[in-house]
């Protein structure tokens, strides 16, 4: 070798950063061709694979937060209101250290007891009637006391709920105010009247015997799927339709009409116990079945856990 070229050789710049990625680079593309070789080797379904299945790469999903979700249940402090009420109506200034007046106090720091001269008795009893939200957490009850003697007033008391509804105080004195006017008759749509010897009176009558006398099965006059409990214990001696009215004409048919007719029907009964006569009413929805009329439904809901209307 010449002189000049082991000058040349000598002289040779050192390895830089990016002959070092083309060593790299060289290396991997290398060692891909010995696993391409080794799985056509190994046969062609590992080829397959080899060829196939990209490198992964696999990051941590972040964590997610769970979500709250805050449930609001909207305060009706009428039962407070009618506690306070009763306790209040049955105390008097002068009498703090009675068990009415220390209850009234407590519910209603603020209120004057009332001051009435003579022994004047409290209500019989105390029933809310109407409530309202007035504007954010204050409302007015409307409540009903009723006296041995007759009397009925009402009474407006003013109560205030907190943030979450769980907490209630009477904010001011109750005042007398008139009681709520009566709603106007809304049409009935029992309209179609059933003759009380037909089938579906008979129906009727047989079912409410067993109903609410405990005479016979309940269960054998109930649509399939249809459960309902007898009223326990039996609080009549007997029981008697006076009157059928339904919503369809199907229920006034002179015979059971198809399997699956449904009705509703609103059925008037007179039931006695050794105190008298009880006029009774039930709101009822029957359906026909192998000429027969079956129970489906009692009043609102009370009945049909299975199969029938709610």
């Not at 009402?154 to 709920?161: D, N, S, T």
């Amino acid at each position: 070798m010449s002189r000049a070229k082991q000058s040349r050789e000598g002289q040779a710049a050192p390895p830089t950063a990016v002959d070092a990625r083309l060593q790299q680079m060289r290396r991997r593309v290398h060692l891909g061709r010995l696993g391409v070789w080794a799985a056509v080797a190994a046969g062609p379904l590992a080829l397959a694979v080899a060829v196939a299945t990209p490198a992964t790469v696999v990051r941590a999903a972040p964590a997610t937060k769970p979500t709250t979700v805050k449930t609001t249940v909207s305060a009706n402090p009428s039962g407070y209101a009618t506690l306070f009420l009763s306790a209040w109506l049955r105390s008097r200034a002068g009498g703090e250290s009675s068990a009415q007046a220390r209850l009234a106090q407590s519910m209603g720091p603020d209120v004057d007891l009332p001051d009435a001269s003579g022994a004047q008795l409290g209500p019989e009893s105390v029933v809310a009637v109407r409530s309202a939200q007035q504007s954010g957490q204050a409302w007015s009850v409307t409540l009903a006391a009723q006296y041995a003697d007759g009397r009925l007033r009402y009474f407006a008391v003013p109560v205030v709920a907190d943030a979450d509804g769980a907490s209630f105080t009477v904010s001011g004195a109750p005042g007398v105010v008139a009681g709520p006017s009566r709603a106007g008759e809304v049409p009935s749509p029992y309209t179609v009247t059933v003759p009380t010897t037909g089938d579906l009176s008979s129906a009727a009558g047989e079912f409410f015997a067993a109903y609410l006398t405990g005479a016979g099965e309940v269960d054998r006059y109930l649509s399939p799927g249809v459960q309902l409990s007898p009223v326990s214990p039996a609080p009549y001696e007997s029981v008697t339709v006076q009157q059928v009215l339904s919503v369809e004409e199907a229920a006034a048919a002179e015979s059971v009409p198809a399997d699956g007719t449904r009705v509703r029907a609103m059925v008037q009964v007179e039931a006695r116990d050794r105190a008298g006569r009880w006029p009774l009413a039930y709101e009822l929805t029957l359906t026909a079945r192998s000429g027969r009329w079956e129970i489906t439904a009692l009043q609102t809901g009370t009945t049909a856990q299975a199969g029938g209307d709610r």
